[in-house]
């Protein structure tokens, strides 16, 4: 017997997700210099000036609550009024306040600093916004060198790096790019083509964030590599025991060197998806079978201060203790 597809219909709750809460950021008029530093350096452009030359939250936006905006405020004039949620639907994943970091405390639970580490962990943001001051190549050396010793799963190393920093290359790439994120969006926003999507891409690609994000991109609202003065291209060998998760912290570990040398850094997997999916560029920059473009990694110096802490979703964490049978749960 033929297998019955799903219709729109069956995938509507995933393909349309309602219960969307988006982020709302509200600007104190009385601390606002009118700077524009926080429109400026949102990711999804949701800021725009009022009347009074302040900012506020557009009409049609998509917040994901990141908070770039605060952190690059000078004077602390935004406050967090909502935070990105989804209740009910296919896509409320239960989602847990936003907590800023728990105050470090010493081995005797005594109040202490953050370490550099830690620092340099919790006031990472991503950067999207970098002088044209090239990156001089043995900086970037010292970035691919903390990438190549990453750990990895059965030391497979299963990784390969490409950089660009050929600014008329970067900007060829940026336009096919955007060409083919504008191109999909008109998939995703259509009835009739979405479902063409459905177990092409995963089913997060479905979630709100991630197609308020193609939208940006299509609107060129969004950027994909930021006219940063270099993008290095993480290689994944497909034909390696989990290519994914080693490449993450092969990046993780890039980023946090890219950031102790002054440098900043944002991912683009919206690069690395769409240089995967092109073969010809896939190849060109030498990627071919069994090598998969896994994400990007876009650097150069910030062109402003964004960085600082800001809070995050308090997962709950279960304990298992020496003399506890049961495990408890940390909230
Ligand atoms: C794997 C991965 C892919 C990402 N891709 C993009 C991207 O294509 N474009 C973008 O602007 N940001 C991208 N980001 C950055 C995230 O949006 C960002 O990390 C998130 O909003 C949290 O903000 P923060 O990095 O400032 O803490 C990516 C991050 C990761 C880890
Ligand atoms: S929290 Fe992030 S996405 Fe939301 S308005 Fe601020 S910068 Fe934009
Ligand atoms: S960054 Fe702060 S001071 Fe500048 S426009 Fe935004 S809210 Fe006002």
Not at 201 to 227: N, S, W, Y
Request: hydrophobic share 35%; charged share 25%.
């Amino acid at each position: 017997m033929e297998e019955q597809k799903p219709t729109f219909e069956d995938l509507k709750p995933m393909l349309r997700p309602i219960g969307i809460e988006k982020g709302v950021m509200k600007v104190d008029p009385e601390q606002c210099t009118s700077c524009g530093l926080c429109i400026e350096n949102c990711p999804f452009k949701c800021l725009e000036m009022d009347e009074e030359e302040h900012p506020r939250m557009k009409q049609e936006y998509t917040c994901l609550s990141c908070f770039n905006c605060r952190v690059v405020c000078p004077t602390q004039a935004i406050a967090i009024e909502r935070t990105f949620n989804v209740r009910g639907g296919f896509f409320d994943t239960q989602f847990p306040p936003m907590k800023m970091p728990r105050e470090p405390k010493d081995a005797e639970g005594k109040a202490t600093e953050w370490n550099p580490v830690e620092r340099m962990i919790l006031e990472r943001r991503s950067v999207r916004h970098f002088k044209e001051t090239p990156i001089p190549e043995p900086l970037l050396h010292r970035v691919l060198e903390a990438g190549r010793f990453a750990p990895s799963g059965g030391n497979h190393q299963p990784w390969k790096f490409t950089v660009v920093t050929n600014p008329d290359f970067i900007a060829e790439l940026e336009t096919t790019f955007q060409g083919f994120w504008a191109g999909l969006y008109q998939v995703f926003s259509n009835d009739e083509t979405v479902i063409n999507m459905v177990g092409v891409v995963p089913t997060g690609v479905f979630d709100p964030r991630t197609q308020g994000g193609i939208r940006c991109v299509a609107l060129k609202e969004l950027p994909i590599f930021f006219k940063a003065p270099a993008v290095i291209f993480l290689g994944a060998n497909t034909k390696m025991n989990d290519a994914e998760v080693s490449i993450g912290i092969c990046g993780q570990n890039m980023t946090l060197v890219a950031q102790s040398l002054g440098l900043g850094l944002c991912w683009s997997n919206f690069g690395g998806v769409a240089a995967n999916a092109l073969p010809e560029i896939k190849g060109r920059l030498g990627f071919d079978d069994p090598w998969k473009i896994q994400s990007t990694v876009c650097l150069g110096y910030p062109a402003f201060k964004q960085s600082g802490m800001v809070p995050r979703h308090m997962r709950p964490v279960t304990w298992f203790r020496p003399g506890s049978p049961e495990p408890q749960r940390e909230e």
